[in-house]
């Protein structure tokens, strides 16, 4: 039967049943291959029927429907053993299609992946404000997206956004998005369901970069990690039990404007501009220790990975401060190394509380500050928290470094519709 694995994801365990409703035993059956061909496809008949414990004339007949409904494929052969290889069925990439989104200032980026998760279309809309409302500029990247995949938008079947900030699913609003004006619509998740063909979900850009970790990434086989994110600002995600917790308001995560020592304390943090965590830590605090560290501008021929350096509008001290951490992970001693150190234990004084108060299993750092310093960062973050903090979870860096928030959008996507299709009940 099908189940979970122990990162949440979907997975496979093979247990003895007692005798049950034949629709229900067939319907858990048809999970158990698609999920088996989904996670070790191309596999043979016999190679199902021994991973499913189903027999083969039994595990011949679940083929033989679910190819007819759409969901498998048949197709190539088995080599390497004497005699006919055995025909190889493999889950159906056009079976759905989903699309996610990358909503920032100036730039919304889309994507649309198979039920396999490969990518086969991608569209940036930039200068959405152009395009209307937000609606509209859902509507327009989804089309873009879709065309670039050789599809029509009624062919996607579910659509996740994500974007700055946490999203309220009891109002269906965003909250403290004023940088990105027209998103605090009481009646967003309507009018896009009025609009749009298909199912939207919105969820916070740093939950969505947690999940793309937790599925494919650094915290992959972890079911409580804690994600820490840095760049234009600082933002965090939580899984528990492999579930992302999102808060009453779905607000959790929002340590930007955390208070901490050295720092202004921050009041009304829907309207702040600064303070807090994010003064002590954030990508414009490497320029000002820079500066009193008397390190000069600093020339920096490195390409940013795609994903990182500002997901929409450009941000010179975001550019500045990985420039700087780029340069200061390669000085062993001087005012860079100082720097380095410097910038971990403020980025160390605030995990401290964390960690305390979460005692995670993980802590992963992501996004383009963490990834200009470097193994050498991490390194002296995690040494700084383990004389701050009681709580000492490893530190690891982002494995998803090219478009998390876009990746994780989709894997969202992609979790639910499998859900929906793979129930060959209704």
Same mark, same amino acid.
């Given at each position: ?18 005798? #049950?409703? +034949?629709?229900?035993? %067939? ?9 088996? $061909? ?10 199902? &029927?021994? *991973? ?6 039994? &595990? ?66 930039? =200068? ?11 509507? &327009? ?8 995949? /050789? ?11 994500? =974007? ?19 998103? %605090?619509?009481?009646? !967003? ?37 804690? *994600? *820490? ?31 901490? +020592? /050295? ?5 009304? @943090? ?9 003064? $002590? ?24 990975? @795609? ?15 990985? &420039?700087? $951490? ?13 720097? !380095? ?23 992963? *750092?992501? #996004? ?9 960062? %991490?390194? $002296? ?16 860096? /982002? ?8 990746? /994780? ?18």
């Amino acid at each position: 039967m099908a189940g979970r694995s122990s990162d949440g994801r979907p997975g496979v365990r093979v247990t003895n049943r007692a005798p #049950g409703v +034949p629709r229900v035993l %067939r319907t858990l059956n048809d999970r158990t291959a698609l999920e088996l $061909l989904l996670e070790q496809g191309p596999l043979s008949r016999a190679q199902i &029927a021994r *991973l499913t414990g189903l027999s083969k004339p039994t &595990a011949s007949q679940m083929l033989a429907r679910l190819e007819e409904s759409g969901l498998v494929v048949a197709g190539g052969t088995s080599a390497g053993h004497p005699g006919p290889g055995a025909l190889l069925y493999t889950l159906n990439p056009a079976a759905a299609y989903v699309a996610g989104l990358d909503v920032t200032p100036g730039l919304i980026r889309t994507a649309v992946a198979d039920l396999t998760g490969r990518t086969i279309g991608t569209y940036e809309l930039t =200068a959405p404000e152009r395009c209307g409302d937000e609606v509209d500029q859902v509507s &327009a990247a989804v089309e873009g997206a879709a065309r670039a995949a /050789g599809l029509t938008s009624g062919a996607i079947h579910r659509v996740v956004i994500g =974007a700055p900030r946490s999203f309220d699913h009891r109002e269906g609003r965003l909250r403290y998005p004023s940088h990105l004006p027209g998103w %605090r619509s009481s009646t !967003l998740l309507e009018e896009l369901a009025a609009r749009l063909p298909m199912p939207v979900d919105c969820e916070n850009d740093v939950n969505l970069v947690a999940i793309a970790e937790g599925r494919t990434g650094a915290a992959r086989g972890y079911e409580d990690f804690f *994600l *820490l994110w840095n760049e234009e600002g600082i933002g965090a995600a939580m899984m528990f039990g492999g579930r992302l917790h999102r808060g009453r308001t779905g607000g959790a995560g929002e340590v930007g404007f955390m208070p901490v +020592p /050295g720092t202004p304390l921050v009041r009304n @943090p829907e309207v702040a501009e600064t303070g807090g965590y994010q003064d $002590l830590a954030g990508c414009h605090a490497v320029p000002a220790m820079a500066r009193r560290l008397g390190i000069g501008p600093v020339a920096d021929g490195a390409e940013p990975h @795609p994903g990182t350096g500002g997901r929409g509008a450009a941000d010179p001290a975001l550019d500045e401060a990985m &420039a700087i $951490l780029r340069r200061a992970a390669t000085e062993a001693e001087g005012p860079y190394r100082r720097l !380095l150190e410097e910038f971990a234990t403020g980025v160390a004084t605030g995990l401290s509380a964390i960690a305390g108060v979460l005692d995670p299993e993980l802590v992963v *750092l992501s #996004g383009g500050v963490f990834l200009a310093g470097g193994e050498p960062l %991490r390194a $002296l973050v995690e040494a700084e928290l383990a004389e701050l903090s009681a709580s000492q979870p490893p530190l690891v860096l /982002g494995d998803i470094r090219e478009h998390p928030v876009l990746r /994780g959008a989709l894997e969202c996507a992609l979790a639910t519709t499998r859900d929906e299709v793979f129930d060959t009940s209704r």
